[in-house]
């Protein structure tokens, strides 16, 4: 019974250690795919309004909004606001706040920037992790900055 006893405490120590190696590999896996559908979700949308003057950076009620401009006078913004990534879809006059948009993802932070015919997007995720989304867009020199 004691042989017993002392092999019972190596092996809860060794499920103890596994499980908390396990989590933590389950935490980093879950944060890296959170990243990856974010600029997955950002490249797509992109790339949908990718035309001339179809993709701009603007402020929104003094939120930097990434702005995807459709021929039919509306307009999708996507922002983040008080810690989500957010889309709003709207006709191009309405004042409809940032809040009021969908709240996408739980996010960090999204920088925006758009020169030459370059966007960058600095995302964050809910973990505080960050990685650098470059997209050339195809309309080039058209694009609204």
């Known amino acids: 019974m004691a042989r017993l006893r002392g092999l019972l405490f190596p092996a809860a120590a060794v499920l103890l250690t596994g499980a908390g190696v396990y989590q933590r590999l389950t935490e980093r896996d879950q944060a890296a795919c959170s990243r990856r559908t974010f600029a997955q979700y950002i490249a797509t949308r992109v790339r949908q309004a990718d035309c001339l003057d179809g993709v701009s950076v603007e402020d929104f009620d003094g939120v930097p909004a990434l702005t995807l401009w459709a021929e039919d006078g509306y307009v999708t913004r996507v922002y983040w606001y008080d810690g989500y990534l957010m889309e709003l879809y709207t006709d191009v006059s309405s004042r409809i706040p940032p809040a009021e948009g969908d709240r996408l993802m739980e996010a960090g932070g999204l920088g925006l920037s758009l ?31």
């Open 115 to 145: 020169a030459d015919g370059m966007l960058t997007v600095d995302l964050t995720d809910a973990a505080g992790a960050q990685e650098r989304l470059e997209l050339s867009l195809r309309s080039g020199e058209g694009a609204a900055s």
